[in-house]
């Protein structure tokens, strides 16, 4: 027995336990002052999954003692972790960086040859932080660059600089780091059951709130994805390497994907010049006897991920993706797969891409220079100009826009005077957006309405017209008769100092209308101040003139307050905020309701309780959390499904269902749901969420389920070949739907008009409600917007209910079939549920 466990326990340092051999050639020589990453570590790389600090420990040791590499910190994570981005290439390039990457930007705005210039090659490890062979790979890729001798090494050093991002996602990676290290044993278990392979709930894929940072590059919500955008723009590199893992039984995957599947604005010399590279990559699999595929599973449409905002930007992304071993060893149909070997795996093609860059680099600064050098002429093939865009009566949603927009170096002016597209008018201080700039694709891009495809079968999203998601009007602006133009580009307007307030105003008041008014709200109700909102419109006396408020206004009467600094508490809270304040006289308005009005409802701060944990999606939690505190300033309390029997609902003023299974509820916790809606709670569903308010009956309406939207495809005689277009033609991956409001209705207070455009991506209704009153939105007749749907499904989609929201005994129940919160952008129908938070009882 004590034979058989010494024989265990050498099995176990033998399978986790790889030294710098394993990864490198024997005959590979490196500079001896330069430390090996278990000098540092004290572990082999592989050993243990690194943590976030300790890559950066290592990593900053490298910049100390060589020569060839420097590190820079670009931001922060949520969790305040230094994101680090290195740059390497040979000494006396290193010394000149600053210039050399001046050469290079200049490059586009003045065509020239460069037969000397290096190619810009970055590599970016773990935007999914349970996908850690990536990061641990990065250490390895750094030191080789930074200590290898020989002349490889300075061929690669002379045709490239290498910017490599060692952890796209560190709070997500910390978060993976210690579950697989907390659950791993001097003897490894291999068994995929094991809770190691098992991860918890949220996983370490996500940030700190639960989001999926690869679809966050065009949408930049996040201070990640904000840095490294930055830092992309900075340089525009030639090469963008995006390093993933997959599910334990896959092989290895790199790019080119599936061709039918690739965005019409990505040059087909983009594809052609990643089937170039993708040979080296082959090549060098092929000398280890790896196995790969490619042009299969991913596509190359959706903007918003790593592999693709370079295809849009000049650059070539490239996706890898290496089966996971999910912990430290994992059993699979190939074979016992440890963690040193997927980092291997990722090694060898973090330099199949830099070789295969340096191979082609001529060709990647041609294409690069011609792919800006013909934006102009992009431009000028499109049959109008530009796009104006409404600022409406929110400048806020205009301004997070613009500056959206200013992080992917998309230039927009103000206009100075008013311009009329067919019946719309766009007034003087909207925004106009030319197409002859360098960005023309991704503005097309960033606009596009697009709904019919070549292949309809869509790895993530096929829609996201970004001012659809902001809910800004916007047109294509066809001729330059009429348009006049600021010669600068756009800014907001600086705040100026308010107008004093009269001290003894019978009451303040502020719209609804501005994207942070709930913000202001909640911040007011939580220091006790009492606020009220006004059911109906009115006219109010001010101290010199009447003005008009409409409903959803919220006011603030002053003899209601029992705070003396309350007037200070709310000029300040409004002045951060940028909403501007009015001082109402009088409470008799000379029309609509008196301030002392039973339609002005009293407003009380929520309590939310969020429903999280196994069961639930941690995307869409996370989506809702982050909402609440960053755009609401509520911190929800987010309980566990399997914990909602025992704990105290009165406490609560909301609950919230974001999609999820939630037929794992048990009786106990249904009744006490059920019960707590009764006495006065405000629950909210949203997609599976809205399912089960409908199935257990608190709310009035009858759902069509996604098997009996199926049902509408005929499948008679398909062939087993068919099988995938059936799916995909079956599915809603992720499309734009318009929908009608009725603004009167408080749950719709504060939109401007009565259509929104919503985000759908899964495939059930709710019929439209023949009872009055209980239907909030409704989709429009011709609902697709942007993206695909099958005809089939967008027949069944059109005058059916978007949103409804009934009482239920002193509570009320709001069910919505979409997601109003999707990836933190969806500023538009977020107002939706805002109002729920605070106005949900105006439906008694």
């Known amino acids: ?434 197409l002859a700039q360098p960005q023309v694709r991704l503005i097309l891009a960033m606009f596009s309405e697009q709904t019919h495809f070549k292949d309809n079968t869509f790895y993530d999203v096929s829609g996201w017209t970004l001012p659809h998601a902001y809910d800004l009007d916007f047109a294509q602006v066809t001729s330059s008769w009429g348009l006049n133009v600021s010669d600068t580009q756009w800014q907001p307007a600086a705040l100026s100092e308010p107008e004093p307030l009269p001290g003894k105003a019978y009451a303040y008041a502020f719209s609804w209308q501005h994207y942070l008014a709930p913000k202001l709200l909640n911040q007011l109700l939580t220091q006790g101040l009492e606020a009220r909102v006004a059911l109906q419109s009115f006219t109010a006396r001010l101290e010199n003139k009447e003005q008009h408020f409409d409903a959803g206004t919220i006011v603030i009467p002053a003899g209601l307050q029992n705070q003396d600094d309350w007037q200070h508490v709310l000029i300040k809270q409004a002045m951060e905020l940028g909403i501007p304040l009015t001082a109402i006289s009088s409470g008799l308005t000379p029309q609509g309701i008196d301030l002392g009005s039973r339609r002005m409802m009293p407003l009380r701060k929520p309590e939310v309780l969020l429903v999280g944990g196994q069961g639930t999606s941690q995307y869409e939690v996370g989506e809702v959390w982050y909402h609440l505190d960053r755009h609401v300033g509520i911190a929800p309390s987010i309980i566990e499904l399997n914990r909602l029997e025992r704990v105290d609902l009165s406490r609560y003023s909301h609950i919230v269902l974001a999609d999820g299974r939630y037929s794992a509820l048990s009786k106990k916790a249904q009744a006490a749901i059920i019960s707590w809606v009764q006495k006065g709670g405000v629950i909210w569903g949203h997609k599976r969420g809205a399912q089960w308010l409908i199935e257990h009956q608190l709310l009035n309406a009858k759902a069509i389920g996604s098997k009996e939207m199926r049902a509408a495809f005929d499948t008679k005689r398909l062939r087993f070949e068919d099988k995938e277009q059936l799916a995909a033609q079956q599915r809603i991956a992720g499309a734009i739907f318009g929908t009608e409001l009725d603004v009167s209705h408080p749950l719709a207070f504060g939109f401007e008009n009565n259509t929104l455009p919503v985000f759908k991506n899964s495939t059930w209704v709710i019929e439209s409600n023949e009872a009055p009153f209980l239907d909030v939105a409704v989709y429009q007749q011709q609902p697709l917007l942007a993206g695909y749907a099958d005809e089939r499904n967008v027949s069944q989609i059109a005058k059916s209910a978007a949103l409804v929201a009934d009482s239920y005994g002193n509570g009320v129940v709001i069910a919505m079939t979409d997601n109003p919160v999707f990836r933190g952008f969806w500023y538009g129908s977020s107002r939706l549920f805002n109002n729920a938070l605070f106005f949900a009882h105006a439906l008694h």
């Open 1 to 434: 027995m004590y034979r058989l466990l010494i024989v265990l326990c050498v099995l176990s340092l033998q399978l986790s336990a790889k030294p710098l051999s394993f990864y490198f050639d024997d005959t590979q020589q490196f500079d001896p002052l330069v430390p090996k990453p278990h000098e540092v570590l004290g572990y082999e790389v592989g050993e243990w999954h690194v943590r976030p600090e300790q890559l950066v420990h290592y990593l900053s040791k490298l910049a100390e003692t060589s020569p060839r590499v420097t590190i820079k910190t670009i931001g922060h994570s949520h969790e305040h972790r230094p994101l680090v981005l290195l740059t390497i290439t040979n000494e006396s390039r290193l010394r000149d960086i600053e210039a050399v990457k001046k050469a290079h930007l200049s490059a586009f705005e003045q065509p020239q040859p460069r037969k000397e210039a290096p190619a810009i090659v970055w590599l970016g490890y773990s935007v999914h932080g349970n996908e850690p062979s990536g990061s641990n790979t990065a250490m390895l890729v750094a030191y080789y660059l930074a200590a290898a001798q020989g002349e490889k090494i300075d061929a690669l050093l002379r045709d490239t600089v290498i910017l490599l991002d060692p952890s796209l996602n560190p709070d997500g990676l910390a978060r993976f780091a210690n579950w697989a290290n907390s659950h791993r044993g001097q003897v490894l278990s291999s068994d995929p059951q094991h809770r190691e392979h098992v991860e918890g709930w949220p996983s370490g894929r996500t940030n700190h709130y639960w989001f999926d940072l690869n679809r966050d590059w065009l949408l930049l919500q996040h201070p990640e994805s904000q840095a490294r955008i930055a830092a992309f723009h900075e340089w525009k590199p030639n090469v963008l390497a995006d390093f993933h893992e997959m599910g334990p039984n896959s092989s290895y995957f790199f790019q080119p994907g599936i061709p039918s599947r690739t965005h019409p604005l990505t040059p087909e010399r983009n594809q052609s010049l990643t089937a170039a590279i993708g040979q080296f990559h082959a090549d060098a699999l092929d000398q280890t006897g790896q196995l790969y595929f490619t042009q299969e599973s991913f596509d190359d449409f959706y903007y918003g991920k790593g592999s693709t905002y370079p295809d849009i930007n000049g650059s070539v992304g490239i996706l890898f993706e290496q089966a996971s071993s999910r912990g430290h060893a994992q059993e699979t149909i190939n074979g016992l797969l440890t963690f040193p070997e997927t980092i291997k795996n990722q090694l060898i093609t973090s330099f199949s891409t830099i070789q295969g860059a340096a191979a082609n680099r001529q060709a990647l600064l041609d294409y690069q220079q011609h792919f800006y050098s013909s934006a102009l002429k992009e431009a000028k093939q499109q049959d109008f100009q530009g796009y104006v865009v409404s600022a409406g009566k929110d400048p806020y949603r205009l301004k997070q826009f613009v500056e959206l927009l200013s992080q992917h170096q998309v230039k927009a002016y103000r206009l100075e005077k008013p311009l009329k597209i067919k019946a719309q008018l766009f007034k003087a201080g909207d925004l106009y957006i030319p």
